[in-house]
């Protein structure tokens, strides 16, 4: 639920009575897709804002920790990851990053709102910058249509960028679509998803565990990350392998990673991993 009075932007979550707020400078696009409400404002600190259905997506202040965090330690997990499934992501924050791996040699985008993607390619030019790269392909589709499609092995990670568990990213956390994934994934496949807050929303990492283990993940776990533009100010994604532990990744090549972050390091990676200790208890 959002609210603009006197020119502050607020999203809020009425279950927690509580809210962030970012100042305005105005308002710079708006529009109704098939499927959401999308918006793009300038803030006074934050940079530019897109919202859908009035919930923070982006800013250009923070975004870099949660693309880096959906991203590099899903592909450094992976030893070889050249096939890779985005699901979402239509600001194409996590696409740039994916590209920045030497290793990857197709990308396969699969959002359901191309006009997300169009409103991210005029307002978000850092983050679309990568969009022409030769390896990515594009599909506009609801990603579940998608792997349900999708030939048995044939990606080696899949990221789901989706948003919230409302609307049409709901079916992106249905035990259908995990098995479908744990079915197109190779055999030391990896996949990572957005998972919310672990103040706010501990019941939705129990079932993500829950669902990765049903469907045969062998290793689930929850990388921490400070967020505070989304719920609580505190963010997860949560990692699953096919035949690994999702404690291993390749710790040198995360070292000599040749590319700028400006979030992740492999101390950050590990660092991510430690649970607090009423996340370990709930997930026994
Ligand atoms: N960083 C964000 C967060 O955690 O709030 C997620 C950002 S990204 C913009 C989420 C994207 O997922 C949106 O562009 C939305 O259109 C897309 N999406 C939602 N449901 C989807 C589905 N079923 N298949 C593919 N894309 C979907």
Same mark, same amino acid.
């Given at each position: ?10 999203e809020?979550w ?13 308002k ?13 404002f ?5 940079g530019k804002?897109?919202?859908l259905? +009035?919930?923070?997506?982006v800013t250009d202040?923070d975004?870099?920790i949660y693309?880096?965090m959906?991203s590099?330690?899903a ?8 096939r890779v499934?985005?699901? +979402? ?5 996590t696409?740039?990053?994916?590209l ?8 396969h985008m699969?959002?359901i709102d ?9 307002f978000?030019?850092?983050?679309t910058?990568?969009? +022409? ?9 609801? +990603?579940?249509?998608?792997v349900?499609?999708?030939a048995?092995?044939s990606?080696?990670?899949i990221?789901v960028?989706g948003?919230d568990p ?7 956390f249905?035990e ?18 957005q ?5 706010f929303?501990l019941?939705?990492?129990?079932h ?5 283990k049903?469907?045969g ?5 929850s990388l ?5 533009t ?8 949560t990692?699953?392998?096919?035949d ?5 990744f390749?710790e040198?090549?995360a070292?000599?990673?040749p ?7 492999p101390?950050i990676?590990?660092?991510?991993m ?5 996340v370990?208890?709930a997930?026994k």
């Amino acid at each position: 639920m959002t609210i603009q009075v006197d020119g502050w932007f607020t999203e809020e979550w009425p279950g927690e009575k509580s809210a962030i707020s970012l100042k305005l400078v105005r308002k710079l696009h708006e529009e109704k897709s098939r499927f959401q409400r999308i918006e793009v404002f300038e803030t006074e600190t934050f940079g530019k804002l897109l919202t859908l259905d +009035g919930l923070v997506m982006v800013t250009d202040r923070d975004n870099f920790i949660y693309h880096e965090m959906i991203s590099h330690p899903a592909l450094y997990t992976h030893n070889n990851p050249e096939r890779v499934l985005i699901v +979402g992501g239509g600001d194409c924050g996590t696409l740039r990053e994916v590209l920045k791996h030497p290793e990857v040699k197709t990308v396969h985008m699969v959002e359901i709102d191309e006009r997300v993607t169009r409103v991210s390619e005029m307002f978000y030019p850092d983050l679309t910058e990568s969009n +022409g790269d030769p390896r990515v392909e594009f599909f506009f589709e609801d +990603g579940i249509r998608w792997v349900e499609q999708a030939a048995s092995g044939s990606y080696d990670v899949i990221i789901v960028d989706g948003s919230d568990p409302e609307g049409p990213a709901a079916v992106l956390f249905s035990e259908d679509f995990f098995r479908h994934c744990h079915r197109v994934l190779s055999a030391s496949g990896v996949m990572v998803g957005q998972s919310e807050s672990p103040l706010f929303h501990l019941e939705l990492i129990k079932h993500y565990h829950a669902t990765a283990k049903k469907v045969g993940f062998q290793d689930v776990a929850s990388l921490h990350f400070q967020q505070c533009t989304y719920p609580s100010g505190w963010w997860t994604v949560t990692v699953a392998a096919k035949d690994q532990s999702v404690a291993q990744f390749r710790e040198q090549d995360a070292a000599k990673r040749p590319f700028k972050t400006r979030y992740y390091t492999p101390a950050i990676h590990r660092a991510a991993m430690a649970q607090p200790a009423f996340v370990e208890e709930a997930l026994k």
